[in-house]
């Protein structure tokens, strides 16, 4: 059983940052590719980043291209969503996810990843 804790959410201005962590426990962190997604008040949860087993690989959703950066340190079993140039439209709470199967690679689907976080609010106003 994998447990997944967000934290680092908050409120920020436009044109802001904030970092967002995810720790692991229970399980293997190494061995799980980790999704970063999505969900906005009556909006469909949506992908925002994902990183691969070891890290050297990664993918991000366009409208967050430039700004965000996923990235893990395996050794402190946490993933990371460096966020910045916030802007309104990035409001929602934030889960981070992991998927303890087999394949290779990484998902960008909300259907492939079975673990997830409690989520982590996120509000860009001014």
């Known amino acids: 059983q994998v447990q997944l804790v967000e934290s680092g959410g908050g409120w920020v201005q436009p044109g802001g940052s904030l970092t967002l962590s995810c720790t692991a426990s229970?399980?293997?962190?190494?061995?799980?590719?980790m999704g970063w997604f999505r969900q906005a008040p009556e909006k469909e949860r949506e992908f925002v980043a994902a990183?691969?087993?070891?890290?050297?690989?990664?993918d991000y959703a366009e409208f967050v291209k430039g700004r965000f950066t996923i990235h893990r340190d395996n050794a402190k079993n946490t993933a990371y969503l460096q966020m910045n140039t916030l802007q309104p439209e990035d409001t929602a709470v934030y889960y981070c996810?992991?998927?303890?199967?087999?394949?290779?690679?990484?998902?960008?689907?909300?259907?492939?990843?079975?673990?997830w976080g409690q989520g982590t609010q996120v509000t860009v106003s001014s």
């Open positions: 229970g399980g293997t962190f190494s061995s799980y590719p």
């Open positions: 990183i691969s087993r070891s890290g050297r690989t990664f």
């Open positions: 996810a992991a998927d303890t199967g087999d394949k290779l690679g990484f998902g960008v689907r909300a259907g492939e990843y079975d673990y």
